[in-house]
């Protein structure tokens, strides 16, 4: 026998249903255990009404008329909507929940007992519209209540199953032969009495692994919507990878660790009985999927360290500090023995080598009676302060690699240390599993989708680096640094390896963001379309998407825009620059932006504000860094005097050669900052600041040519005053 489980996306809806039966009737499954979900989003639905009439919330009642809306349309679908009989069912089905709720409702009071009876309703409706679907169409099956054959105590919302008891039932049902197939409700059991419980959440996975395990199935197969298992979460990641071959310590491992394809105890019933579990998807069922089994050297066709990233959201650290604790055995286990009286679940465990402190990883939901039942527990040693009374920090998330062959490896801890460190990434503990199976880092929640795809890219995506890049600034120069990336973006990638991604632009005005990569075809009139903004939203955007791999890029001139770096770099945002006044500002800016780009890791790199595109800046920091010393440099800085000094000869006026220089592009917006030597005069000051010299503006000597009238006024005035001048030039 097959026991098979269709999630909630796989029967959303009558046209995912008719594909779910399809896979199903095929001819292979036909002696098979079918298992099945809620409809998708249901059973949160479901929960929230009874939360609402709970706290007198009469919203709850439209909650139910959705979900009864919802259920209705899928049988009309299904089933011509003349087929009284499943209508029927659904209709008293919610009869009965709305007395429930009702009942919820003016009491003020949801009980976890409840709670499960309302969730039932969810698998209880699915399963019997399938059903009803599958009599409409003659094909022969059995309806079973899971609740008849799950034994579980008392625990509701969570409840734990008596496998004996369970064993027993199922196998005394199921092991003869059948020629029929069975359709049952996940997710629902019942204690001793009776009385639902439910699993935990996802857990119709679990139901049919236990119906597995007791039949002992040839297949446990799991039909989701994903094409099974994936080196990270599809929902953040775009380049995951499938995992065809995983063993059941590893997937264990990794649905611990948040990968939410799998419900962890699901694994156990099907590894006790060696039996193989594939996971399949429903909308793509001929693809491989995953299959997990006992063969640890199963992953040994790929040849990558580690086999997957997961995540947990919701976790807070707790750590009790003292003086007084060093030495002295026992605190740790007074610690989780309290936890342990409260059912505080612990995720993750370090204790400082100093035996200073201890700290633990929960479920956020969990503090608050953890940090009472803790600081009731060493009462004592906090008043006599021995010990400091339980610390808390919220909002924290768990990131983990998990991998068999981890073991076999260096490094591993060393590569995902510096991959988070380079992205500036904190991180606030770090665990490695003693089955050398996992290494896990517990990271602030706003930093947890970065860092699932910083440790894809660097465990999986060694090969491509993708880089976010925020461009300031998209007049002439920078208009042609985004055709010049489009025209580029091809070779980048095929041969440095690099996928270029422009993800923000902005000009004095406006502010354009996608982090899905701007369309460089069209960029200009989505630019010009978006509302007014100014250098601090685009910045405060940058830094809010918190991407992999940002590049801040400078195309303007100005002082605003100079004013950000500091802003850039502190968040290990590199930073790229044509502009020239942060290079050239007051010594004391220019090393305090040198140093912040040494301390978090992230370049400051500004080599055309000297000689265009000629690799200047990159030669001196070469020379510096193989031990030369600079003790002259000779050189002609300006674009604009070259052009000037080659094309006047006095047979047309100065200001003609001028205007030309200018209409030709080489000049600054204002000609004088070139012809009045300023220009000059910051190249001069970044090449010998990068030459090693401590010198500012003022050291410099600037001989001007431009007579002291010719800086009066606007650069009109300018251009009347050359004229006036002609003699002098
Ligand atoms: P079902 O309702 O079928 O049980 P779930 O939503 O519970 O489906 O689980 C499938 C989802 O798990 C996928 O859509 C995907 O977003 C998520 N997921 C998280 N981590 C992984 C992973 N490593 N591999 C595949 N899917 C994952
Ligand atoms: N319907 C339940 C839930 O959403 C069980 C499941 O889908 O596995 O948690
Ligand atoms: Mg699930």
Same mark, same amino acid.
């Given at each position: 026998?097959?026991?098979?489980?269709?999630?909630?996306? &796989?029967?959303?809806?009558?046209?995912?249903?008719?594909?779910?039966?399809?896979?199903?009737?095929?001819?292979?499954?036909?002696?098979?255990?079918?298992?099945?979900?809620?409809?998708?989003?249901?059973?949160?639905?479901?929960?929230?009404?009874?939360?609402?009439?709970?706290?007198?919330?009469?919203? +709850?009642?439209?909650?139910?008329?959705?979900?009864?809306?919802?259920?209705?349309?899928?049988?009309? $679908?299904?089933?011509?909507?003349?087929?009284?009989?499943?209508?029927?069912?659904?209709?008293?089905?919610?009869?009965?929940?709305?007395?429930?709720?009702?009942?919820?409702?003016?009491?003020?009071?949801?009980?976890?007992?409840?709670?499960?009876?309302?969730?039932?309703?969810?698998?209880?409706?699915?399963?019997?519209?399938?059903?009803?679907?599958?009599?409409?169409?003659?094909?022969?099956?059995?309806?079973?209540?899971?609740?008849?054959?799950?034994?579980?105590?008392?625990?509701?919302?969570?409840?734990?199953?008596?496998?004996?008891?369970?064993?027993?039932?199922?196998?005394?049902?199921? &092991?003869?032969?059948? &020629?029929?197939?069975?359709?049952?409700?996940?997710?629902?059991?019942?204690?001793?009495?009776?009385?639902?419980?439910?699993?935990?959440?996802?857990?119709?996975?679990?139901?049919?692994?236990?119906?597995?395990?007791?039949?002992?199935?040839?297949?446990?197969?799991?039909?989701?919507?994903?094409?099974?298992?994936?080196?990270?979460?599809?929902?953040?990641?775009?380049?995951?990878?499938?995992?065809?071959?995983?063993?059941?310590? $590893?997937?264990?491992?990794?649905?611990?660790?948040?990968?939410?394809?799998? +419900?962890?105890?699901?694994?156990?019933?099907?590894?006790?009985?060696?039996?193989?579990?594939?996971?399949?998807?429903?909308?793509?069922?001929?693809?491989?999927?995953?299959?997990?089994?006992?063969?640890?050297?199963? #992953?040994?066709?790929?040849?990558?360290?580690?086999?997957?990233?997961?995540?947990?959201?919701?976790?807070?650290?707790?750590?009790?500090?003292?003086?007084?604790?060093?030495?002295?055995?026992?605190?740790?286990?007074?610690?989780?023995?309290?936890?342990?009286?409260?059912?505080?679940?612990?995720?993750?465990?370090?204790?400082?080598?100093?035996?200073?402190?201890?700290?633990?990883?929960?479920?956020?939901?969990?503090?608050?009676?953890?940090?009472?039942?803790?600081?009731?527990?060493?009462?004592?040693?906090?008043?006599?302060?021995?010990?400091?009374?339980?610390?808390?920090?919220?909002?924290?998330?768990?990131?983990?690699?998990?991998?068999?062959?981890?073991? #076999?490896?260096?490094?591993?801890?060393?590569?995902?240390?510096?991959?988070?460190?380079?992205?500036?990434?904190?991180?606030?503990?770090?665990?490695?599993?003693?089955?050398?199976?996992?290494?896990?880092?517990?990271?602030?929640?706003?930093?947890?989708?970065?860092?699932?795809?910083?440790?894809?890219?660097?465990?999986?995506?060694?090969?491509?680096?993708?880089?976010?890049?925020?461009?300031?600034?998209?007049?002439?120069?920078?208009?042609?640094?985004?055709?010049?990336?489009?025209?580029?973006?091809?070779?980048?990638?095929?041969?440095?390896?690099?996928?270029?991604?422009?993800?923000?632009?902005?000009?004095?005005?406006?502010?354009?963001?996608?982090?899905?990569?701007?369309?460089?075809?069209?960029?200009?009139?989505?630019?010009?379309?978006?509302?007014?903004?100014?250098?601090?939203?685009?910045?405060?955007?940058?830094?809010?998407?918190?991407?992999?791999?940002?590049?801040?890029?400078?195309?303007?001139?100005?002082?605003?825009?100079?004013?950000? +770096?500091?802003?850039?770099?502190?968040?290990?945002?590199?930073?790229?620059?044509?502009?020239?006044?942060?290079?050239?500002?007051?010594?004391?800016?220019?090393?305090?932006?040198?140093?912040?780009?040494?301390?978090?890791?992230?370049?400051?790199?500004?080599?055309?504000?000297?000689?265009?595109?000629?690799?200047?800046?990159?030669?001196?920091?070469?020379?510096?860094?193989?031990?030369?010393?600079?003790?002259?440099?000779?050189?002609?800085?300006?674009?604009?005097?070259?052009?000037?000094?080659?094309?006047?000869?006095?047979?047309?006026?100065?200001?003609?050669?001028?205007?030309?220089?200018?209409?030709?592009?080489?000049?600054?917006?204002?000609?004088?900052?070139?012809?009045?030597?300023?220009?000059?005069?910051?190249?001069?000051?970044?090449?010998?600041?990068?030459?090693?010299?401590?010198?500012?503006?003022?050291?410099?000597?600037?001989?001007?040519?431009?007579?002291?009238?010719?800086?009066?006024?606007?650069?009109?005035?300018?251009?009347?005053?050359?004229?006036?001048?002609?003699?002098?030039?």
């Amino acid at each position: 026998m097959n026991v098979l489980k269709f999630g909630g996306t &796989s029967v959303a809806n009558a046209t995912n249903i008719k594909l779910t039966v399809s896979i199903f009737t095929q001819e292979k499954y036909q002696n098979s255990i079918v298992v099945v979900s809620a409809l998708s989003g249901v059973t949160d639905l479901l929960i929230q009404a009874a939360v609402d009439a709970s706290i007198s919330n009469g919203k +709850y009642i439209e909650t139910l008329n959705h979900i009864e809306q919802k259920h209705i349309d899928c049988v009309v $679908e299904l089933i011509a909507a003349n087929n009284t009989e499943a209508l029927k069912t659904v209709q008293e089905n919610f009869i009965e929940l709305k007395n429930i709720c009702e009942g919820i409702y003016r009491l003020g009071e949801l009980t976890a007992r409840t709670k499960d009876k309302v969730v039932s309703f969810g698998e209880l409706l699915s399963s019997k519209i399938i059903s009803s679907y599958l009599s409409s169409i003659n094909f022969k099956h059995q309806w079973v209540d899971s609740r008849e054959f799950i034994i579980t105590d008392s625990s509701f919302g969570n409840a734990n199953v008596d496998f004996e008891k369970t064993n027993l039932k199922i196998h005394s049902t199921f &092991s003869i032969q059948h &020629s029929t197939l069975f359709l049952a409700p996940g997710f629902i059991s019942s204690n001793e009495s009776g009385v639902t419980t439910t699993l935990g959440r996802g857990g119709s996975d679990y139901t049919a692994a236990i119906f597995a395990g007791a039949i002992n199935a040839e297949n446990l197969e799991i039909w989701t919507d994903v094409s099974g298992m994936m080196t990270a979460d599809p929902r953040w990641v775009v380049n995951v990878k499938n995992i065809p071959h995983t063993s059941y310590k $590893e997937a264990m491992e990794l649905s611990h660790f948040g990968a939410k394809v799998i +419900y962890p105890p699901t694994i156990q019933p099907a590894m006790q009985k060696n039996i193989p579990i594939w996971i399949k998807n429903t909308f793509e069922p001929n693809a491989y999927g995953t299959r997990i089994s006992a063969n640890t050297e199963s #992953n040994t066709t790929s040849d990558e360290m580690i086999t997957g990233i997961s995540s947990i959201n919701h976790i807070s650290l707790l750590s009790l500090e003292g003086s007084g604790m060093v030495g002295i055995p026992g605190f740790s286990k007074r610690l989780f023995e309290a936890l342990a009286l409260e059912k505080v679940n612990v995720i993750l465990i370090t204790q400082s080598s100093s035996e200073h402190s201890i700290c633990v990883g929960v479920n956020t939901v969990d503090v608050e009676k953890a940090k009472k039942a803790v600081d009731t527990a060493f009462d004592y040693e906090i008043a006599t302060g021995k010990v400091e009374p339980l610390v808390v920090e919220k909002d924290l998330s768990i990131v983990a690699v998990v991998g068999d062959k981890m073991k #076999n490896h260096q490094g591993i801890s060393g590569k995902m240390f510096s991959a988070l460190g380079r992205n500036g990434i904190n991180i606030r503990g770090i665990a490695q599993g003693s089955s050398e199976r996992n290494i896990s880092a517990v990271v602030a929640y706003s930093d947890v989708k970065k860092a699932v795809n910083v440790l894809h890219e660097a465990f999986f995506e060694s090969s491509k680096k993708q880089l976010n890049i925020f461009i300031a600034g998209v007049g002439n120069v920078g208009n042609k640094l985004v055709s010049q990336l489009q025209q580029q973006s091809e070779y980048l990638l095929n041969q440095l390896n690099i996928q270029i991604k422009v993800t923000g632009l902005a000009n004095s005005k406006q502010i354009l963001i996608n982090e899905d990569g701007i369309d460089l075809t069209n960029w200009q009139e989505k630019l010009a379309a978006t509302p007014q903004a100014t250098i601090d939203d685009f910045t405060d955007e940058i830094v809010k998407r918190n991407l992999r791999n940002s590049v801040f890029v400078d195309v303007s001139a100005s002082a605003v825009v100079a004013a950000v +770096y500091g802003k850039m770099l502190e968040r290990s945002i590199a930073v790229v620059a044509c502009n020239k006044i942060t290079a050239s500002s007051a010594y004391d800016n220019y090393v305090h932006i040198k140093n912040l780009s040494k301390e978090f890791n992230a370049p400051f790199l500004f080599e055309t504000n000297v000689g265009a595109g000629l690799p200047i800046i990159d030669t001196l920091n070469n020379l510096i860094k193989s031990g030369d010393k600079i003790h002259k440099m000779q050189a002609v800085l300006s674009g604009t005097l070259n052009f000037v000094f080659n094309n006047y000869d006095a047979t047309k006026p100065f200001a003609e050669v001028v205007k030309q220089a200018q209409d030709e592009g080489y000049t600054e917006p204002d000609p004088r900052l070139d012809l009045g030597g300023t220009d000059v005069m910051r190249k001069i000051m970044i090449l010998a600041r990068e030459a090693g010299e401590k010198i500012e503006m003022e050291d410099i000597a600037n001989n001007s040519f431009l007579p002291q009238e010719c800086f009066d006024g606007s650069v009109d005035d300018f251009y009347k005053s050359m004229l006036k001048n002609e003699e002098h030039f």
